[in-house]
Protein backbone atom coordinates (compact mmCIF):
# COMPACT_ATOMS: atom_id res chain seq x y z
CA UNK A 1 0.00 0.00 0.00
CA UNK A 2 1.21 3.43 -1.12
CA UNK A 3 0.12 5.47 1.58
CA UNK A 4 1.54 5.05 5.86
CA UNK A 5 -1.29 4.15 8.48
CA UNK A 6 0.12 7.29 9.62
CA UNK A 7 -1.49 9.40 6.53
CA UNK A 8 -4.71 8.94 7.57
CA UNK A 9 -4.87 11.17 11.34
CA UNK A 10 -5.03 14.54 9.82
CA UNK A 11 -8.14 15.74 10.50
CA UNK A 12 -10.18 14.90 7.24
CA UNK A 13 -7.47 14.05 5.53
CA UNK A 14 -9.61 11.57 3.87
CA UNK A 15 -13.63 10.87 3.15
CA UNK A 16 -14.88 8.02 5.28
CA UNK A 17 -14.56 5.16 1.71
CA UNK A 18 -11.47 5.67 1.90
CA UNK A 19 -10.80 5.28 5.20
CA UNK A 20 -12.70 2.09 5.73
CA UNK A 21 -10.11 0.80 2.95
CA UNK A 22 -7.43 1.70 4.92
CA UNK A 23 -7.92 1.18 8.67
CA UNK A 24 -10.93 -1.42 8.70
CA UNK A 25 -11.25 -3.24 5.34
CA UNK A 26 -8.49 -5.61 5.87
CA UNK A 27 -10.08 -7.42 8.79
CA UNK A 28 -14.17 -6.30 8.03
CA UNK A 29 -13.63 -6.75 4.15
CA UNK A 30 -14.94 -4.37 1.38
CA UNK A 31 -18.82 -5.01 2.25
CA UNK A 32 -18.77 -5.40 5.97
CA UNK A 33 -19.42 -9.31 5.80
CA UNK A 34 -15.92 -10.20 7.48
CA UNK A 35 -14.55 -13.54 8.22
CA UNK A 36 -16.17 -16.57 9.64
CA UNK A 37 -14.91 -17.44 12.56
CA UNK A 38 -12.60 -14.58 13.15
CA UNK A 39 -14.31 -11.13 12.80
CA UNK A 40 -18.32 -11.21 12.79
CA UNK A 41 -20.23 -9.92 9.09
CA UNK A 42 -21.38 -6.61 10.74
CA UNK A 43 -24.16 -6.66 7.93
CA UNK A 44 -26.87 -6.67 10.57
CA UNK A 45 -25.36 -6.24 13.51
CA UNK A 46 -24.77 -2.99 13.04
CA UNK A 47 -27.96 -0.91 12.09
CA UNK A 48 -29.59 -3.40 15.23
CA UNK A 49 -26.54 -2.27 17.90
CA UNK A 50 -26.71 1.54 16.70
CA UNK A 51 -30.64 1.76 17.71
CA UNK A 52 -29.77 1.07 21.59
CA UNK A 53 -27.59 3.31 23.85
CA UNK A 54 -25.69 0.19 25.17
CA UNK A 55 -25.30 -1.14 21.94
CA UNK A 56 -23.72 2.65 20.69
CA UNK A 57 -21.45 2.54 23.67
CA UNK A 58 -20.59 -1.37 22.25
CA UNK A 59 -19.93 -0.08 18.51
CA UNK A 60 -17.48 2.83 19.53
CA UNK A 61 -16.10 0.81 22.43
CA UNK A 62 -14.86 -2.46 19.79
CA UNK A 63 -10.68 -2.21 19.82
CA UNK A 64 -10.94 -1.49 15.94
CA UNK A 65 -12.73 1.94 16.61
CA UNK A 66 -12.00 2.71 20.12
CA UNK A 67 -8.18 2.42 19.32
CA UNK A 68 -8.13 3.46 15.17
CA UNK A 69 -5.76 6.41 14.74
CA UNK A 70 -8.85 8.35 13.54
CA UNK A 71 -10.44 11.41 15.03
CA UNK A 72 -13.52 11.33 16.37
CA UNK A 73 -14.87 13.44 13.53
CA UNK A 74 -13.73 10.89 11.26
CA UNK A 75 -14.90 8.02 13.25
CA UNK A 76 -18.29 9.68 13.46
CA UNK A 77 -18.51 9.82 10.00
CA UNK A 78 -16.94 6.22 9.50
CA UNK A 79 -19.47 5.06 11.38
CA UNK A 80 -22.48 6.44 9.68
CA UNK A 81 -21.07 6.02 6.57
CA UNK A 82 -20.68 1.97 7.12
CA UNK A 83 -24.36 2.29 8.60
CA UNK A 84 -25.66 3.11 5.03
CA UNK A 85 -23.61 1.81 2.84
CA UNK A 86 -22.70 -1.76 4.90
CA UNK A 87 -26.16 -2.69 6.37
CA UNK A 88 -28.45 -4.95 4.72
CA UNK A 89 -31.27 -3.33 7.01
CA UNK A 90 -32.43 -0.03 6.84
CA UNK A 91 -31.54 2.52 9.74
CA UNK A 92 -34.90 2.77 11.69
CA UNK A 93 -36.47 5.93 12.11
CA UNK A 94 -35.40 8.02 15.44
CA UNK A 95 -31.70 6.68 15.13
CA UNK A 96 -28.98 9.54 15.14
CA UNK A 97 -25.89 9.79 13.46
CA UNK A 98 -22.88 9.37 15.43
CA UNK A 99 -21.52 12.30 16.09
CA UNK A 100 -18.29 13.49 17.65
CA UNK A 101 -18.83 13.81 21.24
CA UNK A 102 -20.19 10.55 21.26
CA UNK A 103 -16.95 9.26 19.82
CA UNK A 104 -14.95 11.30 22.02
CA UNK A 105 -16.40 10.18 25.60
CA UNK A 106 -16.75 6.94 25.31
CA UNK A 107 -13.52 5.83 22.73
CA UNK A 108 -11.22 6.18 25.69
CA UNK A 109 -12.89 2.83 27.43
CA UNK A 110 -12.16 -0.04 25.43
CA UNK A 111 -13.94 -2.95 25.98
CA UNK A 112 -13.20 -6.20 27.76
CA UNK A 113 -14.97 -9.41 27.31
CA UNK A 114 -16.36 -8.10 23.90
CA UNK A 115 -17.47 -11.69 22.48
CA UNK A 116 -19.73 -12.18 25.56
CA UNK A 117 -20.86 -8.78 25.46
CA UNK A 118 -21.84 -8.89 21.96
CA UNK A 119 -23.65 -11.83 21.90
CA UNK A 120 -25.79 -10.65 25.19
CA UNK A 121 -26.87 -7.22 23.05
CA UNK A 122 -27.79 -9.11 19.71
CA UNK A 123 -30.09 -11.58 21.94
CA UNK A 124 -31.66 -8.84 23.01
CA UNK A 125 -32.20 -6.65 19.98
CA UNK A 126 -35.10 -6.17 17.62
CA UNK A 127 -35.88 -7.40 15.37
CA UNK A 128 -34.28 -10.62 15.90
CA UNK A 129 -31.07 -10.93 14.22
CA UNK A 130 -30.39 -14.49 11.96
CA UNK A 131 -26.90 -14.12 13.50
CA UNK A 132 -23.69 -15.57 11.51
C1 LIG B 1 -7.40 -6.47 13.21
C2 LIG B 1 -8.73 -6.68 12.65
C3 LIG B 1 -9.72 -5.54 12.74
C4 LIG B 1 -9.58 -4.26 12.28
C5 LIG B 1 -8.37 -3.62 11.60
C6 LIG B 1 -10.84 -3.59 12.57
N1 LIG B 1 -11.71 -4.44 13.18
FE1 LIG B 1 -13.61 -4.03 13.74
N2 LIG B 1 -13.76 -5.85 14.58
C7 LIG B 1 -12.82 -6.85 14.53
C8 LIG B 1 -13.27 -7.98 15.33
C9 LIG B 1 -12.51 -9.28 15.55
C10 LIG B 1 -14.52 -7.62 15.83
C11 LIG B 1 -15.43 -8.43 16.80
C12 LIG B 1 -15.31 -7.87 18.18
C13 LIG B 1 -13.94 -8.11 18.72
O1 LIG B 1 -13.57 -9.27 18.95
O2 LIG B 1 -13.20 -7.11 18.85
C14 LIG B 1 -14.82 -6.29 15.34
C15 LIG B 1 -15.99 -5.60 15.62
C16 LIG B 1 -16.32 -4.36 15.08
C17 LIG B 1 -17.59 -3.71 15.23
C18 LIG B 1 -18.80 -4.24 15.98
C19 LIG B 1 -19.69 -4.92 14.97
C20 LIG B 1 -20.28 -6.18 15.49
O3 LIG B 1 -21.17 -6.72 14.84
O4 LIG B 1 -19.84 -6.68 16.55
C21 LIG B 1 -17.52 -2.52 14.57
C22 LIG B 1 -18.61 -1.47 14.43
C23 LIG B 1 -16.19 -2.44 14.02
N3 LIG B 1 -15.49 -3.58 14.34
C24 LIG B 1 -15.74 -1.38 13.31
C25 LIG B 1 -14.43 -1.26 12.86
C26 LIG B 1 -13.93 -0.08 12.21
C27 LIG B 1 -14.75 1.18 11.96
C28 LIG B 1 -12.64 -0.32 11.92
C29 LIG B 1 -11.66 0.62 11.25
C30 LIG B 1 -11.51 1.94 11.83
C31 LIG B 1 -12.31 -1.65 12.39
N4 LIG B 1 -13.43 -2.19 12.95
C32 LIG B 1 -11.08 -2.28 12.26
C33 LIG B 1 -11.62 -6.79 13.86
C34 LIG B 1 -11.07 -5.66 13.30
Known amino acids: MALSWGASTA???YPPAVNYQLQC???HLADGS???GRVPS?????VLLSATPEGRDFVIRVPGVA??????????AL?????KNLSDLQIPAGVADYSTDEIQKLRSHPLVRVKSLRARLLRTATPKPPLP
Not at 79 to 83: A, G, I, K, P, R
Request: charged share 10%; aromatic share 4%; with cysteine.
Open 11 to 13: AGA
Open 25 to 27: MGC
Open 34 to 36: GQP
Open 42 to 46: MRRSL
Open 67 to 76: QSPLSSADTA
Open 79 to 83: LNWML
